[in-house]
């Protein structure tokens, strides 16, 4: 019943900040897609640590359900402005990600970013190909599932994330512990420096089933509902309709069963993938598919 209230705001809410990104005012500076086109290349910055969306895997690359997202979305420039590009993928942390799409070192960032009002003053955000919330991960027997549990509790984060803006929103009184990055957080959670760690949910599941004592550990509370997208540099309207048409072409594909889109989902997230979702939450990824979709002319691919 709560998952599948929340599936409907969250697709409700997901489309109407989607239509506000549909276009914005454009500006004299070579644009996004002009530096594309003059250099062949696609510098996308991403994350190194966001299991199943962009990580480095025990080769040392960076995969993940984003980076095939970057990959259509290079095909799609590709195909638009007729030469081929080259996807140049930046490992950055997350309080890296606005400055450098600002200061133009990255055309855009596909990791587990999350649509704030905050962000968007800075950024633009493409239409919301994911979603998730702002949950903890804490050793087994803890009972942090309200925010007044949360006084004076230790309470892991990184720096401007929506996560630690959650907990602080949440709970003002919780002691707040900035990290790195995820290992580190995750370090300092199993040697008890922190009470919990609070994360992406997803990302927290990916960690737990990765873990080689996950019985230790459990997710717990519900502090946000959000959806993840790519974000942009502002007045840049022609690569964020690139975006979105190449978002909403492969969700129109996965709805209609095309194998190849399919097998990018199913990767990351199916049965066999390298996070199965259990019903409920691939539900809420497929309810905000739908909507999206439904509100847009088809695609004939």
């Not at 800075?122 to 942090?144: H, P």
């Amino acid at each position: 019943m709560f998952q599948s209230l929340w599936a409907k705001k969250a697709a409700i809410s997901l489309f109407s900040l989607g239509l506000m990104f549909l276009a914005t005012p454009s500006a004299s500076a070579e644009k996004v897609v002009e530096k594309i086109a003059r250099t062949g290349t696609l510098t996308a910055g991403t994350s190194k640590d966001a299991l199943p969306f962009a990580y480095r895997n025990e080769r040392g690359e960076l995969v993940g359900y984003s980076i095939d997202i970057l990959e259509l979305i290079t095909s799609q420039l590709e195909e638009e402005l007729g030469q081929e590009i080259e996807l140049e993928l930046v490992a950055l942390q997350p309080k890296e990600r606005i400055p450098q799409l600002i200061d133009g070192q990255v055309d855009i960032v596909c990791d587990a970013s999350s649509f704030t009002w905050k962000r968007d003053r800075q950024v633009d955000f493409s239409f919301s190909y994911a979603s998730t919330g702002t949950r903890l991960l804490t050793k087994s027997g803890n009972d942090f599932w309200d925010a007044e549990s949360l006084v004076a509790k230790r309470i892991g984060a990184l720096a401007k994330t929506t996560n630690e803006r959650s907990i602080r929103r949440a709970q003002p009184l919780a002691e707040i512990v900035i990290f790195k990055d995820r290992a580190a957080g995750y370090q300092a959670l199993q040697q008890g420096e922190i009470d919990a760690f609070a994360s992406d949910g997803i990302l927290l599941e990916s960690w737990l089933r990765n873990t080689s004592n996950p019985e230790n550990f459990q997710i717990v509370g519900d502090y946000s509902h959000e959806g993840i997208g790519c974000m942009v540099a502002e007045n840049n309207s022609q690569f964020l309709n690139t975006i979105n048409y190449t978002l909403v072409k492969f969700m129109q594909g996965f709805l209609d069963n095309k194998p190849e889109n399919v097998a990018i989902f199913d990767r990351w997230f199916g049965a066999q993938g390298v996070l199965p979702l259990n019903n409920d939450l691939r539900n809420i990824m497929i309810d905000n598919m739908l909507l999206l979709i439904d509100f847009k002319d088809e695609i004939i691919n």
